[in-house]
């Protein structure tokens, strides 16, 4: 490469020329390890069947750049590619970002052509942004096009390759130095493709809207974007898309009252638009790598759809599903709302006596994410979030979750108790019918420290877990279950712990869907060594003695009874962690499973890692 400087103009504020020449060769013989080039280099140059043999590539350079201090930059780039006798092209890059008197202007283009074997191409595109500074407002326009002509050899016949978009918009925003900010814009965009040999318009879209963000410190803050859309087609041959009218709105509200005692963070988003059916299939992986585990329920040794599970256990995780959207489109009205709200009562009332002291040591924590779409034409309906219900036969997707917690003394090392109400719903269109699965429960934990050593804990959950799919009528079901699990720990150093635990439980499945009752009863026994700066070892034991009234191999008797089988069960595990160095960990890992007429099943797994 070779460089020049040249200086000219007022000798205060002077404008500086550099010019660079430069050239590049990549030979026949090279093979890279890894990408040199810029992801977008073969879009760049248009690069399409090239010869899957090596050919040398030669790239010569000649660059200008023209800049001026308080005015801005003006760069010109002349590039050439060559791949021997295959492919030859010619590229002109300008870029420019000026700033004066209160105007901003930035632009990037290119104009390429080029020559090959099977097509000629001109690939002409930019980007550009122009804005004012007027009074305490900014006026804008900014746009971007493309416009790619590929021509096939030898008829030089226009490929269905080709095509061109030309997307501007307008806009007024107050100035950034603003506390309170406000943008309303109008964009439209073109879209053209390849009809009769010609490159002719199908589609306009138009789009106007409005944002605002208030903020008054970090006690509350509003956030607000609108934005409608309207499609036209006007070439339906070129386009099967119909013309629509889609909405998109987002609110987000943050607030800090109370000395931080209550925050509450508030997000909403609405909108209309398509949605597609999916099909689905489940693809194998390496075993633990993947999340459903296949039964084949019905021994033909055939992998069907009703046949996967997620998987208990990591051994049998070897199958991931796969999505698939199908061209079934259907208009739908969609909605998400997040709402987290934290409320604890101020530091300063621990210090207090009486019933501020008391209320100091309740605090609680709610969280609901929604995310919905329904076929609903009521307005009122589509676009109010709580009103979404999983029996809703307008409602074709839901992913639903709500918890809400009550802690009395949280952080307290002696004694505290936690209650906690919890709803998980999803639903999926599929291109076989409507799938929905629910898991509502409640839970409650209790710890107690008696003295320094032992810790002793209650957990009790009940709750319903329920599916539905329009497809596979035997993946069908409602269970109710309870559950106690009490445990004990004794800790009589940092380094050693010990736990013992027992759990008990009942399932009961409606009798609409089959009436199947299983119990549960496992006692455990958890052993955990520490050495500080060293490793840990880790070691556990399970007995589980499941009782089954039903069909087994199932789905409901896989779910009932947690991947295993009605009988005596054990499951036991090693785990090792160990540190070699500051930035080296060692971990061994064994697990096992014995159940009822099936194999013993061994696991084992080493893993080094390594932190930078």
Do not use: C
Request: net charge positive.
């Amino acid at each position: 490469a070779a460089e020049h400087t040249a200086k000219f103009g007022k000798d205060s504020l002077p404008w500086t020329l550099v010019s660079t020449a430069s050239y590049e060769q990549v030979d026949k013989y090279f093979t890279p390890q890894e990408r040199f080039r810029s992801v977008e280099f073969d879009r760049d140059w248009n690069l399409q069947k090239l010869s899957v043999t090596q050919q040398s590539e030669y790239l010569p350079r000649l660059n200008f750049n023209l800049s001026q201090t308080g005015t801005g930059t003006v760069n010109y780039l002349f590039t050439s590619f060559i791949r021997e006798n295959e492919f030859s092209a010619n590229q002109h890059s300008l870029n420019a970002d000026l700033n004066k008197w209160k105007t901003r202007i930035n632009f990037s283009g290119s104009l390429t052509q080029s020559k090959g074997t099977t097509s000629n191409a001109f690939f002409y595109r930019h980007r550009g942004l122009a804005t004012h500074d007027l009074w305490k407002l900014q006026f804008g326009y900014k746009d971007e096009y493309e416009r790619n002509l590929l021509r096939g050899l030898p008829a030089d016949t226009l490929l269905n390759t080709s095509y061109a978009f030309y997307d501007r918009q307008v806009f007024v925003q107050n100035l950034d130095t603003a506390k309170q900010k406000f943008n309303v814009f109008y964009r439209v965009r073109t879209d053209d493709g390849i009809r009769s040999n010609n490159l002719l318009n199908y589609a306009r879209a138009e789009n106007f809207g409005f944002s605002v963000d208030l903020a008054k410190g970090e006690k509350f803050s509003f956030r607000t974007i609108t934005t409608v859309r309207n499609l036209f087609i006007s070439d339906t041959l070129l386009s099967q898309q119909d013309p629509e009218r889609t909405i998109l709105n987002r609110v987000e509200i943050s607030i800090r009252a109370l000395k931080n005692s209550v925050v509450s963070t508030t997000f909403y988003e609405a909108g209309s638009g398509l949605e597609t059916r999916k099909e689905f299939t489940y693809l194998e992986v390496q075993p633990g790598q993947g999340v459903y585990a296949w039964s084949d329920y019905n021994g033909n040794g055939i992998k069907e759809l009703n046949e996967f599970e997620v998987s208990v256990f990591p051994d049998q995780a070897r199958f991931i599903r796969i999505f698939t959207p199908t061209n079934d489109f259907i208009r739908v009205f969609s909605n998400q709302f997040n709402q987290v709200l934290n409320v604890k009562a101020p530091s300063e009332w621990n210090k207090l006596k009486g019933i501020r002291k008391q209320m100091a040591r309740i605090s609680t924590q709610s969280a609901l994410r929604l995310d919905s779409r329904t076929t609903a034409n009521d307005i009122a309906k589509a676009y109010n979030p709580l009103r979404a219900g999983l029996d809703d036969p307008e409602l074709i997707t839901l992913n639903r979750t709500f918890r809400n917690s009550v802690f009395f003394n949280r952080n307290n090392a002696k004694f505290g108790f936690d209650l906690n109400w919890q709803t998980i719903s999803t639903k999926a269109l599929l291109n076989n019918g409507l799938e929905s699965r629910e898991n509502k429960f409640s839970n409650h934990r209790i710890r107690w420290n008696p003295g320094e050593r032992f810790t002793i804990g209650l957990e009790t959950r009940n709750g319903v877990k329920r599916s539905v799919a329009e497809f596979f009528n035997t993946r069908d079901f409602q269970i109710q279950y309870t559950e106690l699990e009490p445990r004990v720990s004794y800790q009589p150093n940092a380094a050693f712990r010990l736990t013992l635990n027992y759990k008990y439980s009942i399932k009961r499945n409606e009798i609409q869907y089959g009436g199947e009752k299983a119990s549960g009863n496992t006692a455990g026994v958890d052993l955990k060594y520490n050495v500080a700066d060293k490793g840990s070892l880790q070691a556990k034991f399970n007995f589980i003695l499941i009782g089954f009234d039903g069909t087994q191999n199932t789905p409901v008797a896989f779910e009932m009874q947690e991947g295993l089988r009605s009988g005596e069960n054990y499951t036991w595990g090693i785990s090792y962690q160990r540190t070699l160095s500051n930035n080296m960990q060692l971990n061994v890992n064994y697990d096992g499973r014995k159940s009822p007429d099936v194999k013993t099943v061994h696991v084992g797994g080493v893993q080094v890692r390594l932190f930078f």
